[in-house]
């Protein structure tokens, strides 16, 4: 199998596990948001720790160690991915999965804001079109809804800047799941504890279906992440930002049609410019790469490309 066609498998892959995330967190109730936030922490490191000691890549936290500024960096990732998981989480069960696949779908978007005000690039007149576009979806959407979909914002926000914090970084996925999960684990250690200690926890008394697939949160995490770094690392720019739109489509599919969550037109025409602000900022980025190879000598041609991941 050559590395493309396998890098559209594991693309493909992720992708497919983020679509379908709500039908596995909908099967984990009775437990809370943050009693699933917790244990996902909590077996995330234990499915990536027993990874690494099998690929015997332990030494990576000694180096890291060394560098007070990205263990820094790592608290300030930990913190973001725990507020998007978190909100994930609380989005899904409580009935609001069609806003939690607007957030990511206006994720793209919130990335090239940041680009602007963090990191003070200059964005191509494409790009202001598709976020006066995307800013144009969110005021539609908050008259629709009679708030702003701040479920939705807060995903796009605390990925976008988890995603520019990663970037600054340079871990690879595993070592970098390893070191977040691990300095939220205590927390959510303590939290669990302290659930058990008022019998308010789900953990061993539902069901051992249900204790499994708290167990299994880890592995749900860690895989499509681990996939989606062996796609990012063979396929061009162009291709995988086509691929990441998958997820949210299938989360709007799973919120529309299976829980039956409602789509009013106004909401609709809201999606309608989210997806006309997408279309031009994905054109232009798919003209301007091949533009840029066009310009290069093949053999400096870097498909070993970095898009957002998902939670």
Known sequence: MTPLRLGYLYGLGAYLLWGFFPLYLKLLRPA???EILAHRVVWSVVFVA???GALRNVGFLRALLRRPWAMAGMVAAAGLI???WGTYIYGVNSGRVVETALGYFINPLVVVLLGVTVLRERLRPAQWVALGIGASAVVVLTVDYGRLPWLALTLAFSFAG???VKKRLGLPPAEG???ESAVLALPALGYLAWLSARAESTFGHVSAGHTALLVLAGAATAIPLLMFAGAANRLPLSSLGMVQYLAPILQLGCGVLIFHEPMPPARLAGFGLVWLALIVFTTDAVRTSRRTRSRRPESTVDHG???????
């Open 305 to 311: 490309v970095v898009v957002p991941a998902q939670s």
């Open 177 to 179: 799941l390893f070191v």
């Open 82 to 84: 725990a507020v998007n």
């Open 32 to 34: 809370g948001a943050l």
């Open 162 to 164: 988890y995603g520019l």
């Open 50 to 52: 027993l990874l690494l």
